[in-house]
């Protein structure tokens, strides 16, 4: 007894391999399609038999004849659909052990009902298009089988395939570990096994390009990708490689600089502070190495501000990914003195002194020789100051700001008429 026949058609000019499902088929002793006897066919077991079409047209009654007598028929057409053709296969080999999906090139594909690799079905296959199929290769022993495509028309050409023996790439190492989340980081991967390499992948996206320096090492540019680490494994032709850790480091950010300035001589140690800092490589202040600098952690740099001049500039931060916003730093001027007025004061102080000049906006200090003295700064070229009490005689006036100490002007103090 037949319960069916796939495919239910085949090309006009035979050649389809059609497996017939039922029972009691032991002892076959033919197989038709209409009154021709099928060309070959095989007992694959009790309930399935392969046969391969003859030539016909029409619609006809497939009939399996055993000692027991002819079975009920059931149809199969003769389609004008053209049978497939296979140009390419990509890869040509795998491992033993199946698994890898190959891509079939040619025409007539559409309405694949099967792909064989020899006799055995592949593991799983798609239509891509009418020229395109992919498809899984099952295990199978080492050697060499023609893959074929079954459709409506018959089955196409084979094209051949190796399972080889030989083992999948081993990776050991990859140099640099790291890069950023934009990509394009050229990485060198050292193992074995590379010979052939069909394709290298970081997490589940394709390197951008790669090349098969030799068997033992790869060079490839790695795909942008979320921060956080990825395995790169190696597909060559037996086999997927282990995998090995790469980092996509997040693009680093700067949020605040403490202080905000500093002398145009430098020297000034500021905190910076922000995201994705570890492994900074260099902290710039408008392009110039900051002298030295520290990460702290993930969030905070602290750096030594190189020599600048004075204006603002902006500091980056720069590690495996990338290069930061900048936040901006000011080396204030050396203050510059003029002049004093008044000149002088009584011994016991309390005179308000007027101290004339420039980079006077971020005066921090005073000084009547050692003494501070109160004062208010009224613009960047004024300071009014309180002069303190002191002994008679001339002393420096200087004004230290966070660009530095100025220069000196002189304040005399005098003693008062006597009566």
């Known amino acids: 007894m037949i319960s069916s026949v796939s495919p239910a058609s085949g090309s006009p000019g035979g050649g389809t391999v059609v497996t017939i499902t039922g029972s009691n088929f032991t002892q076959t002793t033919a197989v038709r399609f209409g009154t021709t006897l099928a060309p070959a066919f095989t007992v694959l077991s009790a309930n399935q038999i392969t046969a391969t079409s003859p030539a016909g047209s029409g619609n006809v009654l497939v009939t399996v004849t055993t000692p027991g007598g002819t079975s009920n028929g059931v149809a199969f057409g003769y389609s004008s659909t053209p049978v497939?053709?296979?140009?390419?296969?990509?890869?040509?080999?795998?491992?033993?052990?199946?698994?890898?999906?190959?891509?079939?090139?040619?025409s007539g594909l559409s309405g694949a009902?099967?792909?064989?690799?020899?006799?055995?079905?592949?593991?799983?296959?798609?239509?891509?298009?009418?020229?395109?199929?992919?498809?899984v290769a099952p295990p199978g022993a080492a050697g060499a089988v023609?893959?074929?495509?079954?459709g409506p028309g018959g089955t196409s050409n084979g094209l051949t395939y190796t399972y080889?023996?030989?083992?999948?790439?081993?990776?050991?190492?990859?140099?640099?570990?790291?890069?950023?989340?934009?990509?394009?980081?050229?990485?060198?991967?050292?193992?074995?096994?590379?010979?052939?390499?069909?394709?290298?992948?970081?997490?589940?996206?394709?390197?951008?390009?790669?090349t098969v320096g030799s068997a033992t090492?790869?060079?490839?540019?790695?795909?942008?990708?979320?921060?956080?680490?990825?395995?790169?494994?190696?597909?060559?032709?037996?086999?997927?490689?282990n995998g090995v850790t790469y980092f996509y480091v997040g693009i680093p950010t700067?949020?605040?600089?403490?202080?905000?300035?500093?002398?145009?001589?430098?020297?000034?140690?500021?905190?910076?502070?922000?995201?994705?800092?570890?492994?900074?490589?260099?902290?710039?202040?408008?392009?110039?190495?900051?002298?030295?600098?520290?990460?702290?952690?993930?969030?905070?740099?602290?750096?030594?501000?190189?020599?600048?001049?004075?204006?603002?500039?902006?500091?980056?931060?720069?590690?495996?990914?990338?290069?930061?916003?900048?936040?901006t730093y000011v080396y204030a001027p050396v203050p510059v003195l003029t002049s004093a007025s008044p000149t002088q004061g009584p011994l016991e102080g309390g005179t308000t002194v007027t101290l004339f000049g420039s980079g006077l906006t971020t005066t921090n200090a005073v000084h009547f020789g050692s003494t501070l003295a109160a004062f208010t700064v009224v613009s960047d070229g004024w300071v009014t100051a309180t002069a303190p009490a002191g002994s008679a005689g001339a002393v420096n006036v200087t004004v230290t700001t966070n660009g530095g100490t100025s220069n000196a002007v002189s304040y005399t103090r005098v003693t008062g008429p006597g009566i």
């Open 164 to 210: 080889t023996s030989a083992p999948a790439p081993v990776l050991s190492g990859v140099s640099p570990g790291q890069g950023p989340v934009s990509g394009g980081t050229t990485v060198t991967l050292t193992g074995s096994g590379f010979t052939g390499a069909t394709g290298v992948f970081f997490g589940a996206a394709p390197a951008v390009s790669f």
């Open 254 to 327: 700067l949020g605040a600089i403490v202080p905000a300035q500093g002398p145009v001589s430098g020297g000034t140690a500021v905190t910076l502070t922000g995201t994705n800092l570890l492994g900074a490589t260099a902290v710039t202040f408008g392009g110039v190495n900051a002298t030295s600098f520290t990460v702290v952690s993930s969030t905070q740099i602290t750096a030594v501000a190189p020599p600048g001049a004075a204006g603002p500039v902006q500091v980056t931060a720069t590690t495996p990914g990338g290069t930061s916003n900048g936040v």
């Open 84 to 106: 497939p053709v296979l140009s390419g296969v990509s890869p040509t080999q795998g491992p033993t052990a199946g698994g890898t999906t190959v891509t079939l090139t040619g």
């Open 113 to 135: 009902t099967a792909v064989r690799f020899g006799s055995v079905l592949a593991s799983s296959f798609t239509v891509v298009s009418p020229s395109q199929i992919t498809a």
């Open 217 to 241: 090492q790869i060079t490839a540019v790695a795909p942008p990708g979320a921060a956080g680490p990825v395995q790169i494994t190696v597909v060559g032709p037996t086999g997927t490689s």
């Open 146 to 150: 023609q893959v074929t495509v079954v």
